[in-house]
């Protein structure tokens, strides 16, 4: 079953704009891991926040996480139109084998 | 580094037959997944592996086997394919723990006639 949910499902906006897209997840975390997929592509490991981290940062990159409420927020800041793909958040469980769980994913496109 | 490499790119495959995915890693990572990636359902675990001979199911197992006889190597093998098996199969791998995030390969897209 998915663990995480993305929301917006998908979101349009304009060059120089922010985006901002949120995950939220079902059950206690090890970490939670954002991924890029361009369209035909394979994914692309963006970010990771581990669970007793609130916020990180990389480059246009912020990502929150909210472990009582059980979310995280990804942040790209001034968006560029490279930054049109889909967006996943995946999320490793608390003990064990670190596999990711995937949500369905959020389409950003950002226009010229 | 190549990273991870997926062979076929491209397959259509008649049903009944059956086929081997072929994945491979040259960044000597300890763990390696295959997922599908379904419209509108993300990414869902098939099998993975947290080292050479050692296997388990994930979420959606069923029509498929793999085997790890060595670190790079994690082939997907579909027994009998089924239309329900059209899909885009992705392999990835990680460090233990998966702390450095996961490398993907850019994908295999199967359709079953």
């Known amino acids: 079953s998915q663990q995480g949910e993305e929301d917006p499902q998908a979101l349009s906006i304009q060059e120089g704009e922010n985006a901002t897209m949120n995950c939220s997840y079902k059950?206690?975390?090890?970490?939670l891991q954002w991924y890029r997929q361009n369209s035909g592509r394979g994914l692309v490991h963006l970010i990771l926040i581990r669970s007793n981290e609130r916020e990180k940062h990389s480059g246009r990159l912020r990502v929150t996480l909210d472990t009582s409420k059980k979310s995280s927020s990804l942040l790209i800041t001034a968006s560029r139109a490279a930054d049109t793909a889909s967006y996943f958040c995946?999320?490793?469980?608390?003990?064990?084998?670190?596999?990711?769980?995937f949500g369905k994913g959020t389409m950003l496109l950002v226009s010229p | 580094n190549a990273g991870v490499t997926q062979t076929p790119k491209f397959q259509v495959l008649k049903t009944g037959q059956s086929m081997t995915l072929q994945c491979a890693q040259d960044m000597n990572h300890e763990y390696m997944s295959w997922y599908r990636q379904d419209p509108g359902m993300g990414l869902r675990l098939i099998h993975y592996?947290?080292?050479?001979?050692?296997?388990d199911q994930g979420e959606v197992p069923n029509g498929y086997n793999v085997s790890r006889s060595t670190t790079e190597d994690f082939p997907l093998r579909l027994l009998s394919a089924a239309p329900s098996q059209t899909s885009v199969y992705f392999c990835?791998?990680?460090?233990?723990?998966?702390?450095?995030?996961?490398?993907f390969g850019s994908g295999t897209r199967l359709t079953v006639v």
């Open positions: 990835a791998s990680s460090t233990q723990g998966g702390v450095e995030g996961y490398t």
């Open positions: 592996s947290v080292g050479a001979g050692i296997t």
């Open positions: 059950t206690s975390i090890n970490n």
């Open positions: 995946a999320t490793t469980g608390e003990s064990g084998y670190s596999t990711l769980t």
